[in-house]
Each structure stands twice: as structure tokens, then as C-alpha cells.
């Protein structure tokens, strides 16, 4: 499903891959530039209730579609992870949160995406009403001990992450 680069964005010519620094790059002879090919960033939001049950999302959309996952998804060009995860658990979940903690980060390379560093956060619940929104299908609260299967290996790391912690 990912795209693979073909062409420079800059000038337009066709990229090649050349060995450099021990790995494939693709490299514009053109510019004479390599472009590198990084992981996008993306968010993951942990957020417990008063009963200490984890909020998850049904996703209403592929990848992962009907699964249940944590609220989070893409950084902004124009934002921080911390207002990315903020702003990811709003629009899914209408629920008003405040980082409190960095848990974890950790790689996953998406079948759908491609490389993806996630950015686990702790959240505390400031405000807002719980409500499915934005591509989530639903939105809701599970005791730890009886959470559903997750949709992503890395929110299932996040998870078990915190979940040593308490």
C-alpha cells in the first residue's frame, strides 16, 4: 500500500538507489543529493479513569478497521508530538487532555504507512465529553485486566509499558 519514492522533489528527475554509509539510499544524480527516508511521527494517548481502566478507540477506518487501538495518530508539520497527542484525543475521543509523562517510543513498520516512531503519552483527563469522533467508530473505557485485542504492536508495547509501572 505505501509509495515508494520515484522521482526528486526537487528537480524532478528520476531517483536511483546507491550504497552509502552501509545501506541503500535513493540518491538524485541530478542534484547529486541523497534523499533520506525517515519514519513519520505519530502519537499514542494513555489515558485511565478514576477506576483506573484504559480508554481505547475503535477504529473507524483501515489500517485496522473495527480493532481497538489508544487514541493518537500523525504529528502536524506545524506542531510538537506533546500538541499532536492533545489535539489526536480531542478529535477522537472529544475528551480535553494534558500530558503529564512520556512513556515510551517505540518503531513499528506499517504495512499501510511505512516506518513509524510512535510517541507514547501518559494524559490526564482535563475536561470534555467521551464520544467517538473523527475516524474513530467508538470510545470507550476497559479494565486493564480485560482489554480487547489491539489493532498495533506498538500501542500493545505502550500498554504493557505502563502497565509495569502501577
Known amino acids: 500500500m505505501r509509495a ?8 524532478g528527475e528520476k531517483l536511483e538507489r546507491i550504497s552509502r554509509d552501509n545501506r541503500t539510499r535513493l540518491y538524485c544524480g541530478e542534484c547529486d543529493r541523497i534523499l533520506y527516508e525517515n519514519p513519520l511521527p505519530a ?8 477506576d483506573n481502566h484504559l480508554l481505547l478507540v475503535k477504529r473507524g477506518m483501515e489500517p485496522g478497521k473495527g480493532e481497538w487501538c489508544l487514541p493518537g495518530g500523525f504529528v502536524e508539520l506545524d506542531e510538537t508530538p506533546d500538541e499532536g497527542v492533545v489535539r489526536e484525543l480531542a478529535e477522537e475521543t472529544g475528551l480535553i487532555g494534558e500530558v503529564e509523562r512520556l512513556i515510551d517510543c517505540v518503531y513499528e ?57 502501577r
Request: net charge negative; hydrophobic share 40%; with cysteine.
Open 109 to 165: 513498520d506499517s504495512p499501510f504507512y511505512g516506518p513509524l516512531i510512535i510517541i507514547g503519552y501518559q494524559i490526564s483527563h482535563q475536561g470534555g465529553d467521551l464520544r467517538a469522533g473523527d475516524d474513530a467508530a467508538e470510545a470507550r473505557y476497559f479494565p486493564v485486566a480485560g482489554l480487547p485485542q489491539i489493532a498495533f504492536d506498538s500501542h500493545q508495547a505502550i500498554i504493557d509499558k505502563i502497565a509495569t509501572k
Open 4 to 11: 515508494q519514492k520515484r522521482f526528486c522533489h526537487l528537480c
Open 43 to 50: 502519537t499514542a494517548a494513555v489515558v485511565l479513569n478514576h
